[in-house]
Every structure is written in C-alpha cells, then in structure tokens.
C-alpha cells in the first residue's frame, strides 16, 4: 500500500508569505517520509484555496522535493486555454524529473466558474473538448484539432512531458457511473467521501477494471481520503482536530453561504461529526491505525490518501501527526 497527501492550501492566520513557507516545509516532510504523491485542490476568491494557480505551487514543489510526485485535484479545466495548460504541464513535468500527477475537472464550484465569466451550465462540454484537445497535444509533435470551442491547426508542440505518452492522469470518484468511465480509461482515482458511497464507486470500479481489461491486469491505486490527526493520546487529538477543522470548514462554506447556495459534497460542521460519519479520524497511533485499517477493508481502497493540514492547524502540529503518523501508522498499514 502506498501513502498519499491531499490538500486544500485552506487560508489560516498567517501572513501569505509565511503560510507558503510553512505548507512547503510540511511537504518537504512528505518527501523525506516517502509519501507518494502529494494532490492539490484549485479554488479561486475563496478562503478554501490558496493556490488558485496549482502549477506555480506545484513548481515550487518540484524544487524543494527530489522523490514526491505530485499534481493538481485537479485543473478546472473551463477556466483554462488548453495550449496554455499543456505548456504548463510539460514544463512541471521537465523541472521535477517525471514526478508529474496530472487531474482535470470541470470545477467543482459553479460560483467560481462565474467569476470568471464562464457559463457552469456548459463546463462538462468544455471540460470533455479541452480534455481532448490536452491528450492531442501531450501525445503528438504537432496539434491539429477541429472542435465546438477549440481549433488548432498545424501548432508545434516544442514542450515535452518526461513521462510518456503523458503524466498520469488521475479522477475524483464520486459515483458508481464515473467509476466505470474512470476505470475504462484506465484513472487511478481519490475518493473523499464517507464509507457508503465510496464502497460503492469502488466496487463498480474493480468490476468494471476486470470487465474491460481482464482480471490478471493490475489494478491502479484507488485512492480514500481522510482528514487525519494523529498525537500521543486520543484526547490531545481530538482536542487539536475540535479546534482546527471549524476553521476549515468555515473556508469550506464560504461562497455557499456567500452565495446562498447548496453544498456540493457537503462536510459536516464539527470534528466528532466528521469522525462519526467516517471521514476523518483524530487519535493516537493506535486509535488512527484501526480505523483507517477498517475503513481500507470496508471500501476495497488500496491507496490512503490523507488531509494533514487544514484549518489553524500549527506547523508543530502538523509536522508532529505526520511524524507519528508515518513511525506508527504506515508500517503496520503497509504490511496488513
């Protein structure tokens, strides 16, 4: 089992220059700890996502890192000119040596779309054209497209990915009907919501694994989210999730409320709830290893992906859970 990282880059009490130092230094700890790779949302006029350009944090990363992969979950692909984002992506693969994760959406947040000027009632044809015209891009020495939105004829592709025929291309599960497309298309996927829905996308998932490429091809990771404390005892934990996670959720909620909008994936507003509902986990080693073990089991995941960092959450603080977490928790996970 391999161990990954998810992030919001949700805003807290720091100056800006120094919240980026600190976020960089957690994942320096990533790096040297051996998590596989590291995922980040993009958000934009919210609270919720101090990265609203992935790519320039993400080449941040690449040099302050030499073996994490990481990438965006994912690149809201109606707020991008797809030349523009293929430029991007090769460069990022270029400048970290192959480590390139790459995720594409339509973006989650019709608010966000609208600041924009871009119509959310149009983004899943936007996301599935810009999505073609990024594959004929990463695979081709020249682009020729001719689509509704987009038409290139005869551009040079003088950028290149390390990793061919491209970097990785990986999909937020949600629902039994976007695994099967995921799993046709052959996407390792990251989940985040509670047991129940995750079990069944990732059944569907392996069932449509084994329908369309045979049950002797491997299976990609298959990834389960999970917001994770980790201290010396149950009750410090709890205490520290208690206390940072309203501040996350309050960036979670903000264009909702803002707005007057209904939640999309809705959260619940308080740690215990979180922790109830299955979707995150404050406690000791042991407290932590038994419940992500189970919840594993329960979903058939085979890729733990955890939200480290959120809320006001300290530097101590969060470089100590990862510190237990990965002396305590990963080894006995890995070998179960």
């Known amino acids: 089992m391999d161990f990954g990282v998810f992030d919001h880059l949700d805003r807290n009490d720091l100056p800006l220059a120094d919240y980026y130092e600190a976020r960089l230094k957690i994942i320096e700890a990533y790096d040297r700890a051996g998590f596989y790779s590291y995922h980040v949302a993009e958000h934009h006029a919210t609270?919720?996502?101090?990265?609203?350009?992935?790519?320039?944090?993400?080449?941040?990363?690449?040099?302050?890192?030499?073996?994490?992969?990481?990438?965006?979950?994912?690149?809201?692909?109606?707020?991008?000119?797809?030349?523009?984002?293929?430029?991007?992506?090769?460069?990022?693969?270029?400048?970290?040596?192959?480590?390139?994760?790459?995720?594409?959406?339509?973006?989650?947040?019709?608010?966000?779309?609208?600041?924009?000027?871009?119509?959310?009632?149009?983004?899943?044809?936007?996301?599935?054209?810009?999505?073609?015209?990024?594959?004929?891009?990463?695979?081709?020495?020249?682009?020729?497209?001719?689509?509704?939105?987009?038409?290139?004829?005869?551009?040079?592709?003088?950028?290149?990915?390390?990793?061919?025929?491209?970097?990785?291309?990986?999909?937020?599960?949600?629902?039994?009907?976007?695994?099967?497309?995921?799993?046709?298309?052959?996407f390792p996927v990251v989940c985040l919501d509670p047991p129940e829905p995750t079990t069944r996308a990732i059944t569907r998932f392996r069932e449509a694994w084994r329908e369309c490429h045979g049950v002797n091809e491997p299976l990609p990771k298959i990834g389960l989210g999970r917001f994770?404390?980790?201290?010396?005892?149950?009750?410090?934990?709890?205490?520290?999730?208690?206390?940072?996670?309203?501040?996350?959720?309050?960036?979670?909620?903000?264009?909702?409320?803002?707005?007057?909008?209904a939640q999309q994936h809705p959260r619940p507003a308080d740690f215990d709830t979180l922790q109830r509902v299955g979707q995150g986990v404050a406690g000791s080693p042991a407290t932590v290893r038994d419940f992500l073990a189970g919840q594993m089991r329960e979903t058939g995941a085979n890729y733990c992906v955890g939200q480290f960092a959120f809320g006001d959450l300290t530097l101590e603080e969060t470089l100590r859970s990862i510190e237990l977490f990965v002396r305590e928790v990963m080894p006995v996970l890995t070998n179960a």
């Open 47 to 186: 609270p919720l996502g101090m990265a609203p350009s992935p790519s320039v944090f993400l080449a941040a990363i690449a040099q302050r890192t030499t073996r994490l992969r990481f990438g965006p979950m994912v690149y809201a692909l109606p707020l991008y000119h797809p030349l523009r984002l293929i430029e991007e992506i090769c460069m990022l693969d270029q400048m970290s040596g192959g480590r390139l994760d790459i995720g594409f959406g339509r973006g989650s947040s019709p608010v966000e779309l609208m600041y924009f000027g871009a119509n959310p009632d149009e983004s899943q044809d936007v996301y599935a054209e810009a999505l073609a015209v990024l594959h004929t891009g990463l695979t081709n020495a020249t682009l020729d497209f001719e689509g509704k939105r987009f038409r290139f004829k005869g551009v040079p592709m003088e950028l290149r990915p390390v990793q061919t025929p491209h970097p990785p291309i990986w999909y937020g599960l949600h629902a039994p009907e976007s695994a099967e497309r995921a799993a046709r298309a052959r």
């Open 228 to 261: 994770i404390v980790v201290a010396d005892r149950d009750d410090e934990a709890l205490a520290i999730a208690r206390r940072a996670y309203p501040r996350w959720h309050q960036s979670f909620t903000f264009l909702f409320r803002r707005h007057g909008r």
